[in-house]
């Protein structure tokens, strides 16, 4: 397991942090009001519907800036080492795939060639 | 027809498994012993297999030839004591004998990351199957190889070097056994490169091996000597062995500052790309570096590269390496590096695939609560 390195901040952080750099340079076209200064929580203003389909979106896009600095676990760097059995030195080719091809082009074209007329 | 044979010490536990894979297609079994202490020659006989003896000295070759020099039939077939012989195979393997024009046949080697035979595995190609030729020797301390070439006894010959779809499963690499072979494999490949300096097969071995022990410093040297081999040819369209792509697998794992003169990472990526471009360990490590460097979406393509060689079975089979990097480990950094770019939704994916895995589960578990928070911390 190998955390990937780096600060690792919440959406709501990272949001405090970029404020003016990342998403809320797009903020919506609707009226909103931000409560606490860097909270990435908003009030509605009017239109309820329109709202929360707005919410929705704009949550979906607050998540996926989240995602670029959220603590993960990777997997580099931490597989077995298979000793004992590396490459012959004169390897035996595996058979080329251009030479099936090929060879499967001509069997077809003698499957398609006309008998000749008697 | 056919002699199968082995060497063995100390191998009541697997040999078993091995004879009772063979015996139905071969005409002679022989087991040479280097000087078990437990039970391996009462399991051989139970088998009905000729028991030889030959004193251990520090060399698998001369064992293997002196095993060549008891049999009687026309054709070997070399196993060792981890390995069995699929049942799947046998019908293939009689056919092969029957052969006019072929001197040998290579097999393939499903190498099994564990003990059992579910294990996930990664296929490689070796001649193990030959005709029983004195011009047909084993030479090398470890991981002995035909001296001369294999190819050029057959050219000279005028017969082919056949590749088979026969297969062999191999136990070796049960994590109990690994640290006592990676021990004994240096101890053969010092003494093998002190009777025959320079060997570029061998030093990249032995470099590998001394890395492997966690003896670094040496390791480095050693692997730099192999690498200084590669400086003259660094422009040839063609790698002159295939223990290149081991050598830069294990260069590419070093910080830059640590690889050998002469050496630098593109270097080293140009020739992955030139001469291995199916070698999946450098496609791994390719990828790893895009990732540290924040090229995400270079490093998702290069990762479902590997995923998709892992499903259609086009990997290179030239050397052994861990099936999870086709797999399992493949799928959460390919989950990694979508969510780095925003892609949720499909990175969830990955995750939730994984959640079946043994291997990463707890990692992918990891990373979708990481998810999950994420979205809480925003819906407060």
Redesign the interface.
């Given at each position: 397991?190998t955390p990937?390195a780096g600060a690792c901040v919440?959406?709501?952080d990272y949001l405090t942090t970029a404020k003016g750099v990342g998403v809320l340079d797009q903020q919506p076209t609707v009226q909103t009001t931000y409560i606490g200064g860097g909270d990435?929580?908003f009030q509605t203003v009017h239109n309820e519907g329109h709202m929360k389909d707005h919410h929705r979106k704009k949550?979906?896009k607050?998540?996926?800036?989240?995602?670029?600095s959220?603590?993960?676990?990777?997997?580099?760097?931490?597989?077995?080492?298979?000793?004992?059995?590396?490459?012959?030195?004169?390897?035996?080719?595996?058979?080329s795939t251009v030479t099936l091809v090929a060879s499967g082009v001509a069997g077809l074209a003698l499957l398609h060639k006309k008998k000749p007329r008697k | 027809m056919l002699s199968v044979c082995f060497i063995a010490r100390n191998e009541e536990h697997n040999l078993a498994r091995a004879l009772e894979s063979v015996v139905a297609v071969a005409d002679e079994v022989i087991v040479t012993d280097t000087g078990s202490t437990d039970g391996t020659e009462k399991v051989a006989s139970a088998f009905g297999a000729r028991v030889c003896r030959f004193p251990w000295c520090d060399d698998f070759s001369a064992a293997r030839n002196f095993t060549l020099n008891q049999a009687r039939s026309r054709w070997i077939l070399w196993l060792d004591s981890d390995e069995e012989l699929l049942p799947s195979s046998q019908e293939e393997l009689a056919r092969s004998l029957k052969s006019d024009d072929a001197l040998a046949f290579s097999v393939i080697i499903q190498n099994l990351v564990g003990a059992d035979r579910l294990s996930p595995y990664t296929e490689m190609r070796q001649v193990r199957l030959f005709h029983l030729d004195p011009d047909l020797r084993f030479g090398g301390r470890c991981h002995p190889q035909f001296f001369p070439p294999l190819q050029e006894t057959a050219q000279r010959k005028g017969l082919s070097v056949v590749t088979s779809t026969i297969t062999l499963r191999h136990f070796g690499y049960a994590p109990a056994l690994r640290r006592s072979k990676l021990e004994r494999g240096c101890h053969l490949l010092e003494m093998e490169l002190r009777d025959r300096p320079g060997q570029f097969y061998y030093l990249v071995e032995y470099g590998r091996t001394l890395l492997a022990l966690g003896n670094d410093q040496q390791g480095r040297d050693v692997l730099a000597e192999a690498a200084s081999q590669l400086i003259p040819v660094l422009r040839e369209p063609t790698p002159f062995s295939t223990m290149i792509a081991p050598l830069l697998e294990t260069l590419l794992a070093m910080p830059e500052d640590q690889m050998p003169p002469g050496i630098t990472t593109s270097i080293l990526l140009d020739l992955s790309e030139r001469w291995f471009p199916k070698a999946a360990p450098l496609l791994w490590l390719k990828a790893k570096r895009q990732f540290d460097n924040g090229a995400f979406e270079e490093a998702e393509t290069l990762l479902r590269q590997l995923l998709e060689m892992g499903r259609n079975r086009t990997y290179d089979r030239a050397m052994s390496f861990d099936p999870a990097i086709m797999g399992d480990d493949a799928l959460l950094n390919l989950g990694a590096c979508l969510l780095r770019q925003g892609k949720v939704d499909q990175a969830e994916r990955c995750f939730t695939r994984l959640l079946n895995s043994d291997a990463r589960r707890s990692e992918a578990r990891a990373n979708l609560d990481t998810i999950d928070g994420l979205r809480r911390d925003l819906s407060n």
């Open positions: 397991m990937i919440s959406a709501a990435s929580r949550s979906e607050l998540l996926r800036v989240g995602c670029l959220a603590c993960l676990v990777t997997a580099w760097g931490s597989q077995n080492y298979l000793y004992g059995q590396s490459a012959p030195s004169n390897p035996v080719p595996e058979p | -």
